[in-house]
């Protein structure tokens, strides 16, 4: 069994963005920035622990981190892991902090 305050630090933040809004309602899909070194297994548990909701399938990708000037110097953004998390039929949540999904 997985420790319920590492499931906590697993999902950091839900990602809302224009795209991200319409496929809530479309195909009923959640999108987290979660930690670089969870594995999908991992991420299941936590949603289905934390939220009480079935999860149907789970995509992982690993989004670049962009390439910023500051004056004479060039940096990078780090990378992270983002998680398209997609809910059984009957499933939904609520709300995820302050911003209402459904």
Sequence with gaps: ???????????RTPHISEK?????????TI????TKNS????IKSAIQKI???KVHKIHTLIVKGKRKRHKQYMG????WKKAYILLK????IESIGK????
Excluded at 20 to 28: D, E, L
Excluded at 39 to 42: A, D, F, P, T, V
Excluded at 76 to 79: A, D, L
Excluded at 99 to 102: T, V
């Design 39 to 42: 594995n999908k297994i991992e």
């Design 89 to 92: 039929q009957d499933q939904k």
């Design 51 to 53: 939220f009480k909701v």
């Design 76 to 79: 990078y953004r780090s990378n």
């Design 31 to 34: 999108v987290f920035n979660v």
């Design 20 to 28: 991200v809004s319409t496929s809530i309602k479309k195909y009923n």
């Design 1 to 11: 069994m997985i420790c319920e305050e590492y499931l906590l630090k697993l999902l």
């Design 99 to 102: 911003s209402e999904l459904f």
